[in-house]
């Protein structure tokens, strides 16, 4: 855990008169999973976004790989998933692959082996030629998850990667998250899903771009005092409502 | 690298969706052809005159292979054209004749009117003639009457000299005699002198035509701009409407999470689509001049050039205008707005003609340039040196459009 992949600090954002991000910092070092949680239209993909460089901050660093983002090629060492299926329903799903392989660069003996592996871990080896329109909910998320990992970055960001992926699949996908952790990469996940959160190395909560509370799942619990991230969660959500109150 | 990445991707998705690709390279052909039929018998027009009391010599010269006469027993021409839908009425007062026209067909309108002064100046001529017929009938006995009159004097003189030469000869004065016989042979010469009556010229006209044939036809005339036209037409709209698929859909912000630059993309489209637009361009233009044996008098690539450059016009147009919308049906609201307009500029209408306002709208319309340039080459065999200017016009369109929209990806990625 020689280096930090990703270094954010004191990043704010405004879309009109919404403040979107409110002062975040964010540290995530190799090998870690590191957690986002919050409500929809808490500033998560915002976050996600200004870290990935699409998105330019109006104060505050972001810093991937010890370079100021935005920077297009540093973009090359970032595994990213978005939230919704980005994917060329029209291609099969290993030209899907192959596009996107090319487009980071991904030599070309390299790249058969990488759709074969990035395939193979979400599940989708067999159907592989076949048309991404035929494809369920469940099986474009795999494959956009397949995507990230087809250059075989250090740094994966993923926006909620296991949403409409069945509970066995889930578990599948965690358990490979780990094994690539131990390799040394990072991941940042955003997720609905508390016992998702539970299984993150460390958690950051948001609310309204605020970052209410973060640190280790069994650190939060703790912190709050209850039995689950998702109380942690509501309690600290209260507690911010009930300072906007007083303000 | 990453440009032909995207190139391919354009192609393998074109390539499958078979109805569009039928839309941009079948379509053409089948308006095409629509037009040939339609714009190809264009002189078969017949107006119909209802006539009324008019001296049967006038309307004899009147009743052309355009106009067709009915003859009627009323005098009140609005109620006539309503009730019989004629296109004319004829009327006569003495000397006067009086028509009214229908006027809701303007080209009927313009064929009575023709058939009506040819038939007069005809009419005019007719009684010219024979005027002239009479004088020289009136000419010709005076004539032959001098004639009679002529002939009677050198017979006199002939029958005198003769006389003179055989008293000349009797005495045999022969130097007097041979005088005496060159005077006979000079009267009788005077007259056998030719009487060569005056025949009229008859004109007879040989058209020579500097562009096409004399069986050019609208067609003819306007296929090069309507050749630009389609392609213009079909690569704005498949090339916007893929765009905005690629942002609606999220794809594009999700090739912008890539190193990607934003000018490869464009270029990526440009190429992709571009390839496209040539196959649909050789397909129409080989399509027209092989089956519609359309006389194209320049050259055959430069009508490729200019409609690869105006596709190019539209497909970065295309891709501009997708950006100011948020679905198929937001883009096909521009086609009204951004290329109908086009084609009343691409030659259809003499654009010398037009109001100034109207002239300065036609030199910001891309094909204004491009149909202008495909007609020179066309019909009248321009070279690159004339069409130049055009091309130059609609690559620096291609320019900045380009530009723009490579400033408008900043919208997705600030990089």
């Known amino acids: 855990m020689a280096t930090d992949y990703v270094i954010a600090k004191q990043v704010s954002k405004h879309f009109g008169h919404q403040q979107v991000l409110n002062q975040i910092d964010l540290t995530l070092p190799a090998g870690m999973i590191y957690g986002l949680i919050g409500p929809s239209g ?16 109006d104060s505050g660093t972001v810093k991937v790989m010890d370079t100021v983002m935005p920077n297009r090629a540093v973009m090359a060492q970032v595994g990213y998933m978005a939230q919704s299926d980005a994917l ?121 771009g605020i970052a209410l509370a973060e640190g280790t799942p069994a650190a939060l619990k703790q912190q709050y005092a209850v039995d689950t991230i998702e109380q942690v969660f509501m309690k600290a959500g209260r507690m911010q409502d009930a300072n906007d109150g007083n303000s | 690298m990453r440009t032909m990445a995207i190139v391919k991707r354009v192609f393998k998705q074109m390539l499958r969706d078979k109805r569009t690709l039928a839309l941009m390279f079948l379509a053409p052909l089948l308006i095409m052809t629509l037009m040939y039929f339609l714009f190809q018998n264009n002189t078969t027009q017949v107006a119909s005159l209802g006539v009324h009391h008019v001296d049967q010599s006038v309307v004899n010269v009147i009743d052309t292979k355009n106009v067709t006469i009915h003859h009627y027993d009323s005098s009140q021409a609005r109620k006539m054209i309503k009730q019989h839908d004629l296109d004319g009425y004829l009327t006569q007062k003495n000397g006067q004749l009086t028509i009214t026209y229908s006027n809701s067909d303007p080209t009927s309108t313009s064929l009575i009117k ?75 010469a005077t007259t056998s002198s030719s009487t060569q009556s005056a025949k009229a010229t008859s004109y007879t006209t040989k058209s020579h035509y500097i562009y096409g044939s004399s069986d050019s036809t609208f067609f003819e005339n306007f296929s090069p701009a309507f050749l630009g036209f389609f392609v213009f037409f079909f690569v704005f709209l498949i090339s ?35 390839g496209f637009a040539i196959v649909q361009t050789v397909l129409t233009v080989v399509f027209t001049i092989v089956v519609f044996k359309i006389h194209l008098v320049g050259s055959i690539w430069l009508v490729f050039l200019t409609n690869l450059l105006l596709a190019l016009v539209a497909l970065t147009l295309g891709i501009f205008i997708s950006t100011f919308t948020n679905s198929e049906f937001q883009m096909i609201q521009f086609i009204p707005l951004i290329v109908v307009p086009q ?7 003499p654009v010398d003609g037009m ?61």
């Open chain 2, 343 to 349: 084609i009343f500029f691409a030659g259809l209408v």
């Open chain 2, 114 to 188: 023709a058939s009506l002064q040819s038939g007069l100046v005809k009419l005019k001529m007719k009684t010219l003639v024979t005027v002239t017929k009479k004088q020289r009938a009136a000419l010709e006995s005076q004539q032959a009457a001098l004639k009679k009159l002529t002939a009677a004097q050198t017979q006199a003189t002939v029958t005198k000299l003769k006389t003179a030469i055989a008293q000349a000869q009797a005495r045999g004065d022969q130097a007097t005699a041979e005088k005496l016989q060159k005077q006979l042979k000079q009267a009788t």
């Open chain 2, 240 to 274: 916007g409407v893929s765009l905005l698929n690629e942002r609606t859909t999220g794809t594009l912000s999700r090739l912008l999470a890539t190193p990607i630059r934003r000018s490869e993309i464009i270029m990526g489209y440009l190429i992709g689509y571009g």
């Open chain 2, 355 to 415: 109001a100034s306002w109207l002239q300065a709208i036609a030199h910001i319309m891309p094909l204004y340039y491009g149909a202008n340039a495909l007609t020179a080459v066309v019909t009248k065999g321009a070279g690159l040196g004339d069409i130049g200017v055009n091309l130059l016009i609609l690559v620096g369109f291609m320019v900045v459009l380009t530009m723009l929209n490579i400033v408008g990806m900043k919208r997705y990625r600030k990089v």
């Open chain 1, 88 to 208: 060329y329903e029209t291609l099969t799903a290993r030209e899907n692959l192959t596009l996107f392989g090319q487009l980071l660069s991904v030599p070309k003996i390299k790249l058969a082996q990488m759709i074969d592996y990035a395939a193979g871990l979400v599940d989708l080896t067999s159907q592989l030629d076949k048309r991404v329109s035929g494809y369920s909910g469940g099986m474009k998320r795999r494959l956009s998850l397949a995507i990230a990992l087809i250059q075989d970055p250090q740094l994966l960001i993923l926006d909620e990667p296991t949403v409409g992926i069945d509970p066995e699949l889930r578990q599948q996908i965690w358990t490979e998250l780990n094994k690539l952790k131990d390799t040394g990469k990072s991941m940042l996940v955003t997720t609905h899903v508390m016992d998702e959160a539970e299984r993150c190395d460390y958690l950051m909560l948001i609310r309204h």
């Open chain 1, 42 to 57: 808490a500033g998560k993909t915002t976050l996600i976004k200004s870290i990935l460089g699409m998105e330019v901050v």
